[in-house]
């Protein structure tokens, strides 16, 4: 019998295996107490490749060739994901960032950040291509597989484009549960500094996830175009700003949410946008039904 490749359960059973990776690797360090150690780092990190691992095993697993060779086109064309909204990106997280330091910086006082990646790359702009390798690590590579590859495409289906974005986002921001309790890690700052900041860390993602696939639409489901966006979030918004305090850290992801609920409001509005989703979520179901 022929398998349903895109089966509720196979969707169900990629966030139960994520989740359980890398939460259990995630807290064996803080458990045991040795999450400054090689050691630790090792295990941490090596939970963080659970969602492009899971993805991956289950598309080699349950996917047809045809289906197979469609994945991973758009996993990594860039005709596909095209120039346009790459750069649209670019200039939308720089914008934001731009903003919320200026508005932090001149009007709240707020620390300006040392920018040592910025810095690192005027004294030898050769450096670009460690910040943008470390950059594609820690996010795109090890989760995009995932989040869009894998599990947008059967959300998009079953709940439609604004539900569906934010129903992953919801499991992209408590995937990251483990970042709370390891030192070094954003999140575990964010629960330092304030008990809200940390809540507010997962509608904040939910939102980018509606961005997200926002891209991804306009792309005609580019996981490469998803995967970017992604990326150049986590670039601009904080590695190139790094070192940062955390009041500037939660301004720029306070007025990045302003900005997506922007974006919220215009796809729920759009009667184009609107269209534009029923057409890719259409051409998803018909994938489905040819098997």
């Given at each position: 019998?022929?398998?349903?490749?895109?089966?509720?359960?196979?969707?169900?059973?990629?966030?139960?295996?994520?989740?359980?990776?890398?939460?259990?690797?995630?807290?064996?360090?803080?458990?045991?107490?040795?999450?400054?150690?090689?050691?630790?780092?090792?295990?941490?990190?090596?939970?963080?490749?659970?969602?492009?691992?899971?993805?991956?095993?289950?598309?080699?697993?349950?996917?047809?060739?045809?289906?197979?060779?469609?994945?991973?086109?758009?996993?990594?064309?860039?005709?596909?994901?095209?120039?346009k909204?790459?750069?649209?990106?670019?200039?939308?997280?720089?914008?934001?960032?731009?903003?919320?330091?200026?508005?932090?910086?001149?009007?709240?006082?707020?620390?300006?950040?040392?920018?040592?990646?910025?810095?690192?790359?005027?004294?030898?702009?050769?450096?670009?291509?460690?910040?943008?390798?470390?950059?594609?690590?820690?996010?795109?590579?090890?989760?995009?597989?995932?989040?869009?590859?894998?599990?947008?495409?059967?959300?998009?289906?079953?709940?439609g484009?604004?539900?569906?974005?934010?129903?992953?986002?919801?499991?992209?921001?408590?995937?990251?549960?483990?970042?709370?309790?390891?030192?070094?890690q954003?999140?575990?700052?964010?629960?330092?500094?304030?008990?809200?900041?940390?809540?507010?860390?997962?509608p904040?993602?939910?939102?980018?996830?509606?961005?997200?696939?926002?891209?991804?639409v306009?792309?005609?489901?580019?996981?490469?175009?998803?995967?970017?966006?992604?990326?150049?979030?986590?670039?601009?918004?904080?590695?190139?700003?790094?070192?940062?305090?955390?009041?500037?850290?939660?301004?720029?992801?306070?007025?990045?949410?302003?900005f997506?609920?922007?974006?919220?409001?215009?796809?729920?509005?759009?009667?184009?946008?609107?269209?534009?989703?029923?057409?890719?979520?259409?051409?998803?179901?018909?994938?489905?039904?040819?098997?």
């Amino acid at each position: 019998m022929k398998k349903n490749w895109m089966s509720t359960k196979y969707l169900v059973l990629f966030f139960i295996l994520t989740l359980a990776w890398t939460w259990i690797c995630g807290f064996i360090s803080v458990v045991f107490g040795f999450t400054d150690t090689g050691a630790g780092t090792f295990v941490f990190y090596f939970g963080g490749g659970a969602p492009s691992v899971v993805a991956l095993f289950l598309v080699f697993l349950t996917y047809p060739k045809d289906k197979k060779k469609d994945y991973f086109r758009r996993c990594f064309s860039f005709r596909k994901a095209g120039l346009k909204w790459p750069l649209v990106t670019i200039a939308v997280f720089t914008a934001l960032s731009a903003i919320s330091i200026a508005i932090g910086v001149g009007l709240l006082g707020f620390e300006m950040p040392t920018m040592d990646y910025i810095k690192a790359i005027r004294a030898n702009p050769l450096n670009i291509l460690l910040v943008l390798l470390l950059s594609l690590i820690s996010g795109p590579l090890n989760e995009e597989f995932g989040w869009r590859g894998y599990a947008l495409d059967r959300l998009l289906l079953k709940f439609g484009f604004i539900k569906g974005s934010l129903i992953l986002g919801f499991f992209w921001a408590i995937w990251h549960l483990p970042w709370y309790f390891t030192p070094g890690q954003a999140q575990y700052n964010l629960l330092k500094d304030s008990v809200f900041h940390a809540v507010m860390f997962v509608p904040s993602v939910m939102m980018l996830s509606v961005f997200v696939s926002f891209v991804y639409v306009k792309t005609n489901r580019s996981i490469l175009a998803g995967a970017l966006v992604h990326m150049f979030s986590n670039l601009i918004g904080s590695q190139l700003l790094s070192s940062y305090t955390t009041e500037i850290s939660m301004l720029i992801r306070y007025t990045n949410m302003a900005f997506f609920l922007g974006v919220i409001v215009y796809a729920a509005c759009s009667r184009k946008f609107r269209a534009e989703a029923a057409e890719v979520i259409g051409s998803i179901k018909i994938q489905e039904q040819a098997g």
